[in-house]
């Protein structure tokens, strides 16, 4: 069930993004595209390592305790 909510999420942003670049290509250059997507790849995994150090660090207090 969760797994189900968790690709409908993935779905929804990744058609959502895609929507935005195809209206929004014929104002803005290929190269504003890259940086904006490299920006986002960025602060995506910055996010990721931040919620695994969180996770990990939540996990090992419990199994310490």
């Given at each position: 069930?969760v797994?189900?909510?968790?690709?409908?999420?993935?779905?929804?942003?990744?058609?959502l993004?895609?929507?935005?670049l195809?209206?929004?290509?014929?104002?803005?250059?290929?190269?504003?595209?890259?940086?904006?997507?490299?920006?986002?790849?960025?602060?995506?995994?910055?996010?990721f390592?931040?919620?695994?150090?969180?996770?990990?660090?939540?996990?090992?207090?419990?199994?310490?305790?």
């Open positions: 069930l797994q189900e909510g968790a690709f409908a999420q993935l779905k929804f942003w990744q058609s993004s895609i929507a935005i195809f209206f929004m290509s014929p104002h803005i250059t290929l190269h504003v595209i890259v940086v904006i997507i490299l920006v986002i790849l960025c602060f995506s995994v910055a996010a390592l931040f919620l695994i150090l969180k996770v990990e660090r939540a996990f090992s207090f419990c199994t310490a305790a």
